[in-house]
């Protein structure tokens, strides 16, 4: 959500005793603090669930500036692929003090805690939205931890403790907590469902009437806990040596920017037997090059000698030029496979079945390839392997896996293809977007 909030003022007092909250989160940044979920009045006074920057999950309730609760996590969440689904109840009334505060996670209650001090209290307005209190998801008012992740069906439920299954369930196949869309719930009075789904009004109440206010530039993702899309891996990613950290990454994990030459930075999902498209913007001319394309899975970018084209477990294409390389061996130069300037798309399409590797840029497929037809590849690889989309980049690009965005702009238009993803230009015949769901369907 990087600077974009949402924020509810109460006008009526809700339940001074019971509530739920319950979200889908995917975390971009595993190392600041970063706020789920804020029920305030004044600067010292809150109920807040956050993620702390060493990856844990706390509960911390303030009142008139002294901490009453306080529960941290033993376990740490730092999975970037992952959608984690986070139910925090709350039953002032329960007469075990453990079991006021209730957090869990994919659907397994929360034990374990490397803190873990609990209030005495019966009641509080902070539960509900009583008394002046009113919710913030995604920042906290005083210190701005906003969220830097996706956040997808977001539910408060005023005036009953539920349990996880109310919105989520295991799969009967894979053993995996899934998402399980609400119903039969009693919201209460200032209860919500967030689905947003509409664009233009992400805060939405699919409930009610309880809307939220939009704060900053919130986009819309086609990224779901049912349809996980690629991001870039800030968990692998090289720098110098073997030092890790030159690389910072925005816009949910889809946008780096790095001022060091050719650092190299994988895709978090790899692919093996179906065809996947992509799409990389350049976003600015600064005299670095850049260089698109794959490394196979037994790569590690931070032991190449500097670029991941320079490694024999690498097969990019230079942005400047359009020359492919691989083991540090540059080949003829592809026309129309240059992607130079400011605003220019590189294009990769990857053939899992053949191992056969495509490059293009703005609309164009370089040389006479035609991955439609499994025509003049560029590259055949091992398809014994699996392979990452990735970039070796002293610059700033972003990455369109199929959300339709390249940072916080959106496609200039959408191409044909794209079935359900949204890319600027047409999708070879038979390739898809790299998600969960094609990795499911298509291998």
């Not at 034990?111 to 307005?125: D, K, L, M, P, R």
Request: proline fraction near 3%.
């Amino acid at each position: 959500m990087a600077n974009s909030y949402l924020t509810k003022t109460n006008s009526s007092t809700g339940s001074t005793t019971k509530a739920t909250v319950s979200m889908w989160v995917k975390f971009c940044n595993t190392s600041t603090d970063q706020a789920l979920w804020e029920s305030y009045s004044g600067s010292g006074n809150y109920l807040r669930l956050r993620y702390r920057s060493d990856a844990s999950l706390a509960i911390q309730v303030d009142l008139s500036n002294s901490t009453d609760v306080q529960k941290i996590t033993t376990r740490k969440f730092r999975d970037t692929s992952a959608w984690y689904h986070i139910v925090l109840a709350i039953n002032l009334s329960d007469s075990t003090q453990e079991d006021k505060y209730i957090l869990y996670v994919n659907g397994v209650r929360e034990t374990s805690f490397s803190t873990n001090n609990n209030t005495a209290n019966t009641y509080g307005n902070y539960v509900g939205g009583g008394s002046g209190f009113n919710f913030t998801i995604g920042r906290h008012p005083s210190d701005d931890a906003y969220l830097k992740g996706y956040i997808s069906h977001y539910c408060f439920i005023d005036g009953t403790n539920l349990t996880p299954t109310s919105f989520g369930e295991t799969d009967s196949t894979s053993g995996i907590w899934k998402f399980k869309s609400p119903s039969g719930l009693t919201f209460g009075t200032n209860g919500f469902h967030l689905k947003f789904e509409n664009s233009a009004a992400l805060g939405t109440d699919s409930a009610g009437s309880n809307n939220l206010t939009v704060n900053g530039n919130l986009k819309q993702a086609l990224d779901t806990p049912s349809n996980s899309s690629a991001t870039w891996n800030p968990l692998w990613s090289q720098s110098s040596g073997s030092v890790i950290g030159d690389v910072t990454f925005s816009q949910g994990n889809l946008t780096t920017t790095t001022s060091e030459s050719y650092r190299t930075t994988p895709a978090n999902i790899g692919m093996q037997s179906g065809k996947y498209y992509w799409e990389i913007k350049r976003n600015e001319d600064d005299g670095n090059d850049v260089h698109a394309g794959v490394m196979s899975e037994n790569a590690t970018p931070a032991n190449t000698a500097t670029w991941i084209g320079n490694a024999a477990n690498g097969w990019v294409v230079s942005g400047d030029s359009g020359q492919p390389y691989n083991g540090g061996t540059g080949g003829s130069v592809i026309s129309n496979a240059a992607f130079a300037n400011t605003g220019d798309i590189h294009m990769c399409a990857y053939d899992g079945a053949t191992g056969k590797l495509y490059f293009g840029a703005n609309g164009t497929w370089g040389g006479t390839a035609n991955p439609s037809t499994g025509a003049n590849p560029h590259y055949t690889l091992d398809n014994s392997l699996i392979y990452f989309p990735c970039v070796s980049t002293g610059s700033d690009i972003s990455a369109n896996f199929g959300n339709g965005f390249f940072g916080t702009t959106a496609i200039t238009s959408a191409g044909s293809n794209g079935n359900g993803s949204l890319f600027e230009y047409d999708v070879p015949s038979g390739f898809y977007a790299l998600n969960t769901k094609n990795l499911n369907t298509y291998g």
